[in-house]
């Protein structure tokens, strides 16, 4: 199975920050790699496809890049609403496994 | 809109077989496969196994030997069933309809398994 490790698993910061959030894959995973975020007692919700595809909905101030073993989702401009846990998963091979989180909290 | 929805008891004894019914609206099983997630409280999602848009199915090969998903496309419903529940198994379960990734889920259902 691939496994996806992401970090920081928990990051402080100040609104308005840019910040980048790191998914690495065991082997590669071309650019099938998703990005949800989790608010408390909400379901995940899907923010990034195939690594950078924007999705309908999604403020612009979430992007993602990357591509093989090493991803990164960015937010320019972190708000107090996106104080959330972030997950990645991969698309490319069964099972469709998901990193661990990286939790956004307040500095 | 599309809309899914889970349902099933929410304590389940050990040993016992989970079954959960996942009611979907505003898209055809037929065009969209649809996946079952769960999470134990504080961790993170594990995808469980999916029903393919044409019928196939695909599971997590740790759950493979206890877990079977099926559908009713008149009934717009995909089901799963999980057998042999052990605490381990408690948490909240999602299905999810995937077109890139999982791009929309149920609003989840917890299930407790506990004597």
């Known amino acids: ?107 | 809109q599309v809309q899914l929805k889970e349902s099933g008891p929410g304590l389940v004894q050990p040993s016992e077989t989970l079954s959960l019914t996942c009611t979907v609206s505003g898209f055809s099983l037929t065009s969209y496969s649809v996946s079952w997630v769960r999470q134990p409280s504080g961790k993170g999602p594990e995808w469980m196994g999916r029903m393919w848009y044409d019928g196939d199915t695909a599971y997590n090969s740790a759950l493979k030997s206890r877990l079977s998903i099926s559908r009713d496309t008149s009934k717009n419903q995909v089901f799963l069933k999980m057998n042999s529940l052990q605490t381990d198994d408690t948490g909240t379960y999602y299905c999810t309809r995937d077109v890139a990734g999982s791009s929309d889920w149920g609003q989840g259902v917890m299930v407790t398994v506990s004597s």
């Not at chain 1, 840019?18 to 923010?47: F, G, M």
């Open chain 1, 1 to 107: 199975d691939v496994v996806l490790t992401q970090s920081p698993a928990t990051l402080s910061v100040t609104p308005g920050e840019r910040i980048s959030l790191s998914c690495r894959a065991s082997e590669s995973v071309d650019t099938y790699l998703h990005w949800y975020q989790q608010k408390p007692n909400e379901s995940p919700r899907l923010l990034i496809k195939y690594a950078s595809q924007s999705i309908s909905g999604i403020p612009s101030r979430f992007s993602g890049s990357g591509s093989g073993t090493d991803f990164t989702l960015s937010i320019n401009g972190v708000e107090l609403e996106d104080l959330s846990i972030y997950y990645c998963q991969q698309g490319n091979s069964l099972p469709f496994t998901f990193g661990s989180g990286t939790k956004l909290e307040i500095k």
